[in-house]
């Protein structure tokens, strides 16, 4: 048997979590140790053992939610809390994709866009896709970058609350991106993130050359081998971290992770991970480690 905690995540405004809820979850699980309001109306911990796996019991609690906007996590009682937070920027702790963004202000919208969501889907190879993408914005001017950061680019609601609180309580925090260090620099500067991964695109007097510094970062040099090289820096174990993304480009750091989240991801994406958040923002990551709402710093 395993110690396990089910967390139930609502939103107190628009979709409070209920005590039927979590009759509904007791009503599923053999036996129930004890309950734990991290915050009123908003997240409940849930403490029972068993001997089914954590993807097969939070398979069980979506099915005994299902037609509520209630998130559940289920993770082992033991080492909630993560040491290590590496985390996708590009639809995940920003709204947009910065690449799409920029394909709509030269007039590539629509074109971009498409071959993004097939990236995401996992139906073509990120490296070619990142080339195809940036050689049609070739001779883009490079204040382009600044209009998009500026007036385009929003932080994803949680954001820096999620950074801010892990790294308060001793985590180091990574933002690796398949998008461009022009934005992962900026954006990791404002939620608090230690360092940045990103590509970085080549320009010649001021325009896009159509081409990035080799190697294409998400190709080669994957997000997977960033998660390994923190982890042997900081002499952590991979059961340490918390790795969270949208798209099938996560996919091989999500299942590397000891808490791999797909957050509002894509489907094939949910289906490498035994841990998703559809409704919630990103404070969730924090309420599935246990974290009260009283424990958030929030700036």
């Known amino acids: 048997m395993t110690s396990y905690v089910l967390t139930l995540i609502g939103n107190a405004k628009s979709s409070p979590l209920k005590p039927s809820h979590i009759e509904r979850i007791e009503q599923i699980l053999t036996s129930v140790n004890n309950t734990d309001w991290l915050a009123e109306y908003e997240a409940c911990d849930v403490f029972f053992d068993s001997s089914l796996s954590s993807a097969d019991i939070t398979k069980q609690a979506h099915e005994a939610l299902s037609g509520s906007t209630i998130d559940a996590v289920c993770t082992p009682v033991?080492?909630?809390?993560?040491?290590?937070?590496?985390?996708?920027?590009?639809?995940?702790?920003?709204?947009?994709?910065?690449?799409?963004?920029?394909?709509?202000?030269?007039g590539l919208g629509s074109?971009?866009?498409?071959?993004?969501?097939?990236?995401?889907?996992?139906?073509?190879?990120?490296?070619?896709?990142?080339?195809?993408r940036v050689a049609l914005?070739?001779?883009?001017?490079?204040?382009?970058?600044?209009?998009?950061?500026?007036?385009r680019i929003t932080l994803m609601a949680g954001a820096r609350t999620l950074v801010q609180t892990m790294r308060h309580h001793g985590a180091y925090c990574m933002l690796a991106s398949g998008g461009f260090t022009y934005f992962t620099q900026r954006i990791a500067e404002r939620l608090g993130f230690h360092d940045h991964r990103g590509n970085e695109l080549t320009f010649d007097e001021g325009k896009l050359t159509g081409d990035m510094l080799e190697p294409v970062y998400g190709g080669r040099l994957t997000k997977l081998d960033t998660l390994k090289a923190?982890?042997?820096e900081r002499n952590l174990e991979h059961f340490d971290v918390l790795a969270v993304g949208d798209g099938a480009n996560d996919i091989k750091m999500i299942r590397e992770a000891g808490l791999g989240v797909a957050y509002h991801g894509s489907e094939c994406l949910k289906e490498n991970t035994n841990a998703w958040i559809d409704h919630g923002d990103l404070t969730a990551l924090l309420y599935i480690q246990g974290f009260r709402k009283s424990d958030f710093v929030i700036s």
């Open 78 to 106: 033991i080492g909630r809390r993560k040491k290590l937070l590496i985390s996708d920027m590009a639809a995940t702790v920003t709204n947009e994709e910065d690449i799409n963004e920029l394909g709509e202000v030269v």
């Open 137 to 151: 914005m070739k001779g883009m001017e490079i204040s382009v970058l600044e209009r998009v950061y500026k007036g």
């Open 230 to 232: 923190l982890c042997t």
């Open 111 to 132: 074109q971009i866009e498409k071959i993004t969501a097939a990236v995401i889907n996992g139906e073509i190879g990120f490296s070619e896709a990142l080339r195809e």
